[in-house]
């Protein structure tokens, strides 16, 4: 299987602040990567797919680049309703696989 | 509007049985992928399995064998049959839809199945 590995695990920021995670394959998938948004008790929720593409809805603050073995999300100012913990996820072969996740939290 | 519900989660022993149904509306679940993904408390995601439009299914690892997911076409419901349960296996459980391409537009609010004697 595909392990997907993210940093960091917890990152503190405050209102406004640009923040960069980074989600890494074991091996090459092209872009074939997502970037889900998920807050405490609820469901997670798309927000990027095939690396930098932004689902329908979601803020442009949020946007994604990478190919390969390196991606990265970046929210441009992170806004109040940011934070949450964010999992990136390939499906470049199954099995499915997610990262970690990073929790970002108040500064 | 694209709706998931799940339903049929709960405390059952280890070695038990439990079946999670999904209740889809918005669109059809015989023409999409569908999948469950499950998230042990305090952790991250796993996927759990998938069905195909076509009907063709596949599992995890971790559950090959046990688990079987199926879906009724005329009540347009996904479901998963869990045997075999075991304490690894408690987690919350999201059905979700696949756009066909391996990621989810939509999930369900989930459903927590415990197992614990």
């Known amino acids: 299987d595909i392990q997907m590995t993210q940093s960091p695990s917890t990152l503190s920021a405050s209102v406004g602040d640009r923040v960069t995670i980074t989600c890494r394959a074991s091996?090459?998938?092209?872009?074939?990567l997502a970037w889900y948004q998920q807050k405490p008790g609820k469901a997670p929720k798309l927000v990027i797919y095939?690396?930098?593409s932004s689902e329908s809805g979601v803020p442009s603050r949020f946007s994604g680049s990478g190919s390969g073995t390196e991606f990265t999300l970046t929210i441009s100012s992170l806004q109040p309703d940011d934070f949450a913990t964010y999992y990136c996820?390939?499906?470049?072969?199954?099995?499915?696989?997610f990262g970690g996740g990073t929790k970002v939290e108040i500064k | 509007e694209v709706q998931l519900v799940e339903s049929g989660g709960g405390l059952v022993q280890p070695g038990g049985s439990l079946r999670l149904s999904c209740a889809a509306s918005?669109?059809?679940?015989?023409?999409?992928?569908m999948s469950w993904v499950r998230q042990a408390p305090g952790k991250g995601l796993e996927w759990v399995s998938v069905?195909?439009?076509?009907?063709?299914?596949y599992y995890a690892d971790s559950v090959k064998g046990r688990f079987t997911i199926s879906r009724d076409n005329s009540k347009n419901m996904l479901y998963l049959q869990m045997n075999s349960l075991r304490a690894e296996d408690t987690a919350v459980y999201y059905c979700?839809?696949?756009?066909?391409?391996?990621?989810?537009?939509?999930w369900g609010q989930g459903t927590l199945v415990t197992v614990s004697s």
């Open positions: 979700a839809r696949d756009t066909s391409n391996g990621y989810y537009d939509y």
């Open positions: 918005g669109f059809t679940v015989s023409s999409n992928y």
């Open positions: 069905i195909y439009s076509g009907g063709s299914t």
């Open positions: 091996q090459s998938i092209s872009s074939w």
């Open positions: 095939k690396a930098s």
């Open positions: 996820q390939q499906y470049n072969s199954y099995a499915l696989t």
